[in-house]
């Protein structure tokens, strides 16, 4: 069955300090990848994406992702964070060039301490 | 240019009534998706529209429908509500249904169900 899993639940790191989030997935051919970020009473904005190519993609926000196939993995990275990077991040996959679902794991909720 | 527009932003109802939420599209874009948000889940997928066709649909009861406009403009329809229907509503619109294809998101109608 098709999948994503977040395992962290909550995660609390300091302002300025290095972040990643986990991310695994289950599925019978490499998807396309994403992550996704939630703030508080807002819908969700992407962060990046994985189609093709260099397993390492730069996003916005300063936000990088790598993907290893070997591992199934799609890990979120920041080297340093912000206090307005407090919100639910969101890992999800989805079938290659077809007009289909995405599937969303179920969330990361980043805080920041000051 | 105005973003994914949904209305209302938050609605309270009882057991068994029913309930239609709307979702007016970036202008150009004529595909619409519609997730449902369980607190403390991630979104899942409902149906897909393109065109003013079903394109996809998930794993959701008859209980839920949905409809797309000439003008792209969508509704989300529930019947007969039930107390696990309280969550957000999530509408998105891209350009085309395809996966690859970039996502963007409303702000999403609350829907409590007392």
């Known amino acids: 069955a098709q999948s994503v899993t977040q395992p962290d639940i909550h995660i609390t790191v300091s302002e300025g300090a290095s972040l990643e989030l986990r991310c695994n997935y289950s599925?019978?051919?490499?998807?396309?990848l994403f992550w996704y970020v939630q703030s508080p009473g807002q819908g969700l904005q992407l962060l990046l994406k994985y189609f093709s190519g260099d397993t390492l993609v730069q996003g916005i926000k300063g936000f990088e992702a790598e993907f290893k196939r070997s591992q199934s993995s799609f890990n979120l990275r920041k080297p340093s964070v912000h206090w307005s990077d407090a919100a639910e991040y969101f890992c999800?996959?989805?079938?290659?060039?077809?007009?289909?679902?995405?599937?969303f794991g179920s969330g990361t909720r980043l805080s920041i301490r000051p | 240019d105005a973003g994914v527009t949904q209305s209302p932003t938050h609605l309270i109802k009882t057991r068994g009534q029913h309930v239609t939420l709307r979702c007016s599209p970036i202008s150009g874009h004529k595909s619409v998706s519609w997730y449902q948000q369980v607190l403390g889940q991630g979104p899942q997928f409902i149906f897909q529209y393109y065109e003013k066709e079903e394109r996809g649909r998930g794993n959701f009861p008859d209980r839920f429908s949905a409809r797309q406009f000439p003008n792209y403009s969508s509704e989300l329809n529930v019947n007969a509500l039930l107390l696990g229907d309280s969550a957000l509503y999530l509408c998105?619109?891209?350009?085309?249904?395809?996966?690859?294809?970039?996502?963007?998101f409303g702000s999403g109608t609350q829907l409590s169900v007392l």
């Open positions: 998105a619109s891209s350009l085309r249904p395809q996966t690859n294809e970039k996502l963007f």
């Open positions: 599925y019978g051919a490499t998807p396309y």
């Open positions: 999800a996959v989805a079938p290659r060039n077809s007009a289909s679902k995405i599937i």
